[in-house]
């Protein structure tokens, strides 16, 4: 059964169910508050186009039988009827789109007052009300006005409406441009998935998918839900998902995204996060609550706009009486007085940031970077220290065989084949780090005879007639194994960071092996970015200080804070804070997660825990350490469009103020400057579409 998409119940399909088709695809609801609350957005636009249409095909006529004599027209005059005059017909068709294509304003201005406020609403409606109040009194009761200023603007305010709606129906459409790639996401989830029942495979929609379920994808089938492979090989298409262009190869014990295309195997997915908790869903609700959240920059043009339109109002009173009192004209001032509170809305200023934020998420959702919200992208831009957890960030997090150094007539294949005969079936670390080397050689590894297990210090073990010890410098100097003529070897590697396993053969030494957790690959240029950009980056750890040198030291960090405490991670944050510097923290552990909420932005690794997950400000989903360079930029970037489209709606309003106080300005065409104002400012942000995450 389907799921409502806003309360989530499940709801039967029958011919008395609600639902609604939206852009092709058909949506069930249990409740109507549930359809109207989801069709809000679409009522919203719909009714825009409708008010709208109502503008412009009673406003062009207003302006035709307006403008007829000037124009040649006269002919269109004449069809009215003559015992009437053209001002009452002229009023019958202002007055609708005064009170209902203007409704939106009006309500808005109200709101404005209540909370003692002023905003672009307070212009529009003052502007529109004094050009429509003005011409009904001079149609109604013209002995109030002097015989020379008899002239009706119903055409004005009619028009001005009109482009002001128009000018938000593009918005409207723009936004939904710049919001493109999550809705094209939304449309990858497959609506059925194959899973095993009872030993049987059935096709159920996929809201009926359990956790725990097994799942299985053929090739060229998309993957329904987020899960582990428990059998197959295959390579899967990533790209929708984390950007990336290559197929991922999947195999027994690997992640799978769901919506992402299996390409070649069969798989069987154990499902592991269903419904509203899978990744995709994930992303598109940051993205949602992203686009609604307010970034501090806009929370500053908000207050801007508080004293800018009441200044706004001032001068448009003041052209007037200029006009009024010092030219003697009033129809020049009551122009001006229009023309000045229509060019001067500051629509565009209010859709300078989010227009830009929207993009900017939209994007970095895109390339499977996660942004929870516009305050993170205004936070990452200033930042000026990266502190990197080393284990599992920096590091695989997975010890590693590193070197193998045979001694005596070994080779390396006699070193590690016997190493993994005393280790074979071992669940230590070293030992299944050296198991996995190994295997990875195609090497085959035969049980041991003998096998015994000598706590901190390492394993004896035999095999035919060779006798096996393989372990630490303890082991080998209590079974009487010379090690001091390769003391040197071993120290090297051990100042390298490595743990140094030293292996015998019958009562010789034959070789060490050097294990470590290995850095990752992206790890090396994602800190060269970043100390390129002028950013200090740091490590910080828990581990021994010498091992996190040597990790440090092949990365390029000067700054190392090691032997710390899981509790004191945030207490390290904290006192970089108080140094004055904005500190990102990149990681990806539940002890890290205090350090996370710390940091003036934390930025977690997808394959983290859920606690790092959901403290941090940005998650970055494909591991990639490049991204946390790639989300500075992007962050930068839009910034800097926001900055752009500030500066230039604070342009074109204080800009046009003179001309339109001076009356050179008709209020019509401020209408549509203004109008077209906010189109450049939604244009301009749409240009981060274009932002390319570049990689060496």
């Not at 372990?471 to 120290?491: F, H, P, T, V, Y």
């Not at 040198?549 to 004191?568: C, F, H, T």
């Amino acid at each position: 059964m389907p799921k409502d998409p806003i309360c989530g119940m499940f709801v039967r399909e029958s011919p008395d169910a609600l639902r609604a088709t939206v852009r092709g695809t058909e949506y069930y609801f249990c409740s109507n508050a549930c359809l109207q609350t989801f069709l809000r957005p679409e009522i919203e636009v719909r009714n825009l186009k409708r008010m709208t249409a109502l503008s412009f095909i009673l406003g062009i006529p207003l302006l035709l039988f307006s403008m007829a004599d000037l124009i040649g027209l006269e002919a269109i005059v004449n069809l009215l009827p003559s015992f009437v005059k053209i001002e009452f017909w002229l009023f019958l068709l202002a007055t609708p789109v005064q009170f209902i294509a203007g409704k939106r304003f009006y309500r808005g201005f109200l709101h404005a007052i209540k909370s003692r406020s002023a905003n672009m609403d307070t212009l529009i409606a003052i502007g529109t009300s004094a050009a429509w109040g003005y011409s009904t009194v001079v149609t109604f009761f013209p002995a109030l006005v002097p015989p020379n200023a008899r002239v009706v603007y119903f055409e004005t305010a009619a028009l001005i409406i009109g482009f002001i709606l128009l000018g938000k129906l593009l918005e409207h459409a723009m936004q939904r441009r710049a919001t493109d790639a999550v809705r094209k996401l939304l449309g990858l989830q497959p609506k059925m998935a194959r899973v095993i029942r009872e030993g049987k495979e059935i096709e159920v929609p996929v809201e009926e998918v359990s956790v725990g379920d097994i799942v299985v994808v053929r090739p060229g089938e998309k993957i329904p839900v987020d899960g582990i492979v428990t059998d197959g090989y295959s390579s899967v298409d990533e790209k929708m998902i984390t950007g990336e262009s290559i197929p991922v190869e999947k195999k027994v014990g690997d992640e799978a995204i769901g919506a992402t295309i299996n390409k070649s195997g069969m798989l069987r997915i154990r499902a592991t996060k269903v419904g509203s908790d899978t990744t995709l869903a994930q992303i598109v609700k940051l993205v949602e609550e992203a686009s609604v959240a307010r970034a501090p920059i806009e929370r500053l043009a908000d207050r801007v706009s508080g004293y800018f339109v009441p200044l706004v109002v001032l001068i448009a009173l003041g052209a007037f009486a200029t006009w009024l009192f010092l030219a003697g004209s009033f129809i020049q001032g009551f122009t001006a007085l229009v023309a000045v509170l229509i060019i001067a809305c500051p629509c565009a200023l209010g859709l300078a940031t989010p227009a830009a934020i929207i993009v900017g998420v939209g994007k970095g959702a895109e390339s499977g970077i996660l942004i929870k919200g516009g305050e993170y992208l205004e936070k990452a831009y200033k930042v000026q220290t990266i502190v990197f957890d080393k284990t599992g960030t920096l590091t695989k997090g997975i010890p590693s065989v590193t070197d193998v150094v045979p001694l005596s007539n070994t080779t390396e294949r006699d070193v590690l084949r016997f190493a993994a005969i005393s280790e074979k079936g071992s669940e230590h670390p070293l030992g299944e780090a050296i198991i996995r080397r190994v295997e990875e050689m195609g090497l085959e590894v035969p049980d041991p005879t003998y096998f015994e297990a000598v706590p901190g210090h390492g394993v004896k073990a035999s095999h035919s007639d060779t006798e096996i010890l393989l372990g630490n410098r303890k082991l080998m100097r209590d079974n009487n194994i010379s090690i001091e003529a390769q003391e040197d070897k071993i120290q090297k590697l051990e100042d390298e960071g490595k743990t140094a396993t030293l292996l015998a053969l019958n009562g010789s030494l034959a070789g060490v092996i050097a294990v470590a957790d290995t850095i990752k690959e992206s790890a090396k240029e994602a800190v060269d970015d970043l100390k390129g950009m002028g950013l200090e980056v740091v490590m910080l750890t828990g581990d021994n200080r010498r091992t996190a040198k040597a990790i440090a030291q092949q990365l390029g960090i000067d700054k190392v804070i090691s032997e710390v405490l899981p509790g004191q991670k945030a207490l390290v944050i904290k006192g970089l804070q108080k140094e004055g510097k904005v500190v990102a923290m990149v990681g990806d552990g539940i002890n890290d997660a205090p350090a996370l909420a710390q940091a003036d932005i934390g930025i977690a690794l997808g394959s983290g825990t859920d606690v790092a997950v959901e403290t941090g400000g940005i998650v970055l989903i494909k591991d990639d350490l490049r991204d946390v360079v790639a989300s500075i930029k992007l962050s930068k970037k839009t910034m800097s469009k926001i900055k752009q489209n500030l500066f230039w709606a604070f342009a074109y309003n204080t800009g046009f103020i003179p001309v339109a106080a001076s009356g050179l300005l008709s209020p019509v065409f401020a209408a549509i400057a203004m109008a077209m104002s906010s189109v450049s400012v939604i244009t301009n942000s749409l240009t981060l579409k274009k932002f390319q995450i570049k990689r060496r």
